[in-house]
């Protein structure tokens, strides 16, 4: 890194955040500090007691009010991290009577305790410093300002923070177990960057997984320019009929390589997907405990009049399915790929005839050749 590199990293990066949301947030802490303090005045006044705020909670409105989707912000984090960090500087507070001595041992306590706890909250590491350098000495200061500041703070963070549309707590996302259509990424690959990483993230590690997968369909979509279905699809795909035999589309599949089939009317009139998942669910049903046996009894001609087994492609494919026109934008059926479990999207015509077949190769292929 030369000098210019290390002076440039010194300055602050600009944030993504719209005058909208800064304001937002800006009077979210300015109401909730307000709130908290007129009402813990009144009982301290009530009660008589003293002190009646805490100078973290300023810290804390920060995260409640501005990053309100962090870990570090959730209400357990915030009146649990500032609890237990008010009770690991008395702790400490008590035991050494030096504040200089005290004052390390008490943060480093109070981020001890709030890891084990599962309620990491920055501010807490000041709250510990700030009852060990005030000589707070009763536990009650754990209940009142501590606690009862927090719970302030986190009630009215509740209500501000939906009011103005930002869920919180912040909801957990469901994370896909395996890569869907063009994303790469699957969760056993983002827990494994993160145990590599092995630090405590600002961000829902789920919720930095859906930007990463956003980020993914941006960039694929910036390649794609003004591609169009038609141009990429394969046209005049290998086909069968709803009375097909499972066993001839199956071997259709397997000597085109394909993973999945149209299945048409005599007017080319798409009916369904015949895909080899198909057969895996009904092999599955006729042999559980042995899905390859129930796959070649699947497979094998019957020569009775009566089965009770399908045997014909249209009985067991799946009807729903993702079409689009020809005239469509590849950027228009990224999603398709990208947020379900599509691996293929037919291509109709205005009366609903099959022209073509969009694969995740197809896809893939068309764009990285496009970029390159």
């Known amino acids: 890194m030369n000098l210019h590199q290390l002076a440039a990293s010194f300055y602050p990066r600009p944030m993504a955040v719209n005058f909208q949301e800064r304001l937002r947030s800006s009077l979210g802490a300015a ?96 709250m510990a410093l700030l009852v060990v350098l005030t000589g707070a000495k009763a536990f009650e200061f754990a209940v009142f300002p501590a606690l009862t500041n927090s719970l302030l703070l986190v009630g009215f963070g509740l209500l501000y923070n939906n009011l103005t549309r930002k869920p919180y707590p912040h909801p957990v996302l469901a994370a896909p177990r395996e890569a869907s259509g063009l994303l790469r990424i ?40 003004a591609l169009t279905c038609g141009d990429i699809m394969t046209p005049k795909p290998v086909i069968v009929v709803f009375g097909t035999h499972l066993r001839e589309a199956w071997q259709v599949m397997q000597a085109n390589d394909i993973k999945a089939v149209p299945v048409v009317d005599r007017a080319h009139r798409v009916l369904g997907l015949l895909s080899q998942e198909d057969y895996r669910r009904e092999a599955g049903v006729l042999e559980p405990q042995a899905p390859d046996r129930g796959l070649a009894r699947l497979l094998e001609p019957v020569r009775t009049v009566h089965t009770d087994k399908p045997e014909a492609a249209g009985q067991i494919m799946s009807l729903v399915f993702a079409s689009v026109q020809a005239s469509d934008l590849v950027a228009e059926v990224m999603p398709r790929f990208s947020e379900g479990d599509h691996l293929h999207v037919l291509v109709l015509d205005d009366k609903k005839r099959l022209v073509g077949v969009i694969s995740a190769s197809d896809m893939m292929r068309a764009l990285f050749h496009k970029a390159a």
């Open 186 to 225: 699957t969760q056993n690959d983002f827990a494994e960057a993160l145990a590599q990483h092995n630090e405590v993230l600002a961000i829902d590690t789920e919720e930095l997984n859906q930007l990463l997968r956003a980020s993914e369909l941006i960039a694929y979509k910036r390649m794609a320019g």
């Open 31 to 126: 109401l909730g500090i307000a709130f908290t303090a007129i009402i813990s005045l009144l009982i301290a006044r009530f009660f008589n007691l003293s002190p009646w705020l805490v100078a973290p909670l300023g810290a804390s409105a920060v995260l409640i009010y501005a990053v309100p989707s962090s870990p570090l912000a959730q209400p357990w984090s915030v009146v649990g991290g500032n609890t237990v960090s008010a009770l690991a500087g008395l702790i400490v507070g008590n035991l050494i009577p030096d504040p200089a001595l005290g004052a390390g041992l008490g943060v480093g306590l109070a981020i001890g305790a709030m890891f084990t706890l599962r309620c990491l909250h920055p501010p807490g590491g000041a």
